[in-house]
């Protein structure tokens, strides 16, 4: 309370009511952010920010969020920033009046085009000094940028970009390129952005006339900790209602209206249309493990299907979507099961999202088909008539029904609904398979069937006790077996490949072997994990090679948590992600993965790692998370106190 006291949101704002917010505001912020690595102070910043601009201009709070978490709509909308080093390095040096040698020379010293845009001063003569950019502008521009399309585009984008730059003063500009390149690289995770949002909006009521000061708070909370308990329900409100209705759209809109955050929940619950972000697993080693965790509660296992997630949607005009694990929009790539909903839905469903996973199916031998088979299918878009590969849906939760959320109801009750109202169509649409198994033995049994089916295992989840569906939590509700986790196998992880050594021998030409990392979500950093470079065919090799190249950044070691002793020949902005499969896990002095966890300096590192497969439907924030990595470590069956600092195997 005293910290916040500090702030006045009114005269510390550095704008005034009614004026609409300078850039160069957000951009102090911004700036202050990427000086500290503390999450409390990172929280503090933006939260003061919010409360200024809910008591002083409420309706641009939307775009300050935007701003911050570097998106210029919803997760799912699709329009991403991210444009071209190309294009950026043009507009630097057509604003700044250098030539684009000059600029290039000095990237590969500085290795940060933001801090080349601040320093460099134009030298180009102007005759009216332009008006100081405001978060509205950089916003709209931002989005006229997304939305800028085909060959004509790139000119467009450039000269938008340049308009940007010649106004942009202090540390403006490189916020501005930073954006643009899609990542502002300060250490701010979205989850700091909604704490922020919470606290603000509950220090700072929205229409007031002033905010609590400390002395009000102080009479409102006796004690400090009630103070905070009711921080933490506040903030476990704004969670969850973001969890289900994605969109600060919608929800600033609500949080802002007198005593919004009491009705927060019923107005921002899901919506169909608006895909949430899927309820994930955690992992475990094993039958006795889950048994453990699930000791006197009622739990049900299900088969493990190895497809793609699907989330359906159809509201009430009939529209129906498919969108993956990511939230992208895949109704295109799916037109088999749009053509095949009215088959499985019974006369009473007017709008529904079903949680599923589509899996290939052969119609002639009516069996499930491996992921492999899948991923054969076109990615984008298919005409129904070219399908090849159809798949068979698996429905195992059912998230709304009829203008009606399921999701606070236990997982028995969203089956029992699921049965009523949707019906199984052979090779068509069916409900997972299911059973309610009590003892090792069972589930033993079903693990087996489930793995001779084709499956990769068993979901294990909680049927009545807490089991309600939280969206985008990896929740310990749901367990997962995987037969990897028998056969001695550590899970496979999802990594990101940030750099590449150039491949001597049979690899000349192409990169031989790459660094991967894995994501820490409250730094918003990648931390190296493993070197690899097994598993990977020939033509592998070369279409990474390609689809690698235009990524190339110069010097990563300011953006990326990567020890000294590293030193790939090239680095990569991050965008793809790896699965890849690993002897085991252990504590490392070269990889940063989870480092300060289980060793105060060294991370984990992966051993004996092997390539898998490409995960188009994660995007580089959805990779394994240090956490987890960490978590996985701690898990092995080994005894890691015996393991002594294991050598990086590469
Ligand atoms: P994660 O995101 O958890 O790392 P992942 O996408 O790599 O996961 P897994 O960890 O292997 O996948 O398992 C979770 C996924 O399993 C779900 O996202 C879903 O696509 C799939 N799945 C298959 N069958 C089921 C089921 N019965 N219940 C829930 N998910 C299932």
Known sequence: LKVLAQYDPIKDAGFTKGQTIPYLVLAKVLEKIEETSSRLLIVEYLTNLFRSIILLSPNELITAIYLCINKTGPSYGGKELGIGESILIKAVSESTGRTMEFV???????????????????????????????????ISTFRQIADLTGNAS????????????????????????????????????????????????LVTPPNQSVCLDARRLKSLYKAPEEFEEKLLETTKKVTRAYSQLPNYDLLVPQLLKENGLESL?????????????????????????????????????EFKYDGERAQIHMTEDGKISVYTRNLEDYTQKY?????????????????????????????????????????????????LDQIKVPVCVFAFDLLFLNGKSLVDETLQKRREVMKENFQEASGIFSYAKFNNCTDIAEIQIFLEEAITGNCEGL??????????????????????????????????????PIGAWYGKGKRTGVYGAYLLACYDEDSDEFQTVCKIGT??????????????????????????????????????????????????????????????????????????????????????????????????????????TNTATAKDED
Request: glycine share 4%; proline share 7%; net charge positive.
């Open 265 to 301: 929940l019923e107005n921002c619950s899901l919506k169909v249309g608006i895909p949430v972000k899927p309820m994930l697993a955690q992992p475990t080693t094993g039958i006795s493990q889950v048994l453990d965790r699930f000791e006197n509660m009622e739990f049900t296992c």
């Open 459 to 496: 979901m294990v989840k909680t049927l009545t006790e807490k089991s309600m569906y939280e969206p985008s939590r990896r929740s310990y509700n749901w367990l997962k077996i995987k037969k990897d986790y028998l056969q001695g196998m550590t899970d496979s992880l999802d990594l990101v």
């Open 154 to 201: 790139q000119k467009k984008k450039r000269d938008l970009i340049m308009k940007l730059l010649i106004s942009c003063k202090d540390c403006e500009a490189l916020y501005v390129i930073r954006s643009l390149q899609g990542k502002l690289r300060i250490g701010l995770a979205e989850r700091s952005v909604l704490l922020a949002v919470a606290k603000a909006v």
């Open 104 to 138: 290039k020379q000095e990237l590969k010293e500085v290795g940060d085009l933001g801090i080349i845009a601040q320093n460099s001063r134009s030298t180009q003569p102007q005759m009216f000094q332009p008006p100081p950019l405001t978060c509205q502008t950089v």
């Open 535 to 640: 598993g990977f065919s020939d033509e592998l090799l070369t279409s990474f090679t390609e689809a690698l190249t235009p990524h190339i950044i110069p010097n990563a070691r300011s953006i990326f948590r990567v020890n000294d002793q590293l030193k790939p020949d090239l680095w990569f902005n991050p965008i793809q992600v790896w699965e890849v499969k690993a002897a085991d896990l252990s504590v490392s002095p070269i990889h940063t993965g989870g480092s300060g966890i289980v060793d105060p300096v060294k991370g984990i590192a992966l051993r004996f790692p092997r390539f898998v497969r490409v995960r188009p439907d994660k995007n580089p924030e959805d990779a394994t998370s240090s956490e987890q990595v960490v978590e996985m470590y701690k898990n092995q069956k080994i005894n890691n």
């Open 335 to 383: 037109p088999d099961i749009l053509q095949n909903v009215p088959k499985f839905i019974t006369p009473g469903v007017k709008s529904f999202i079903l949680d599923c996973e589509a899996v290939a199916f052969d119609p002639q031998t009516q069996k499930i088909m491996s992921f492999q088979v899948l991923s054969t299918r076109a990615r984008k878009s298919v005409q």
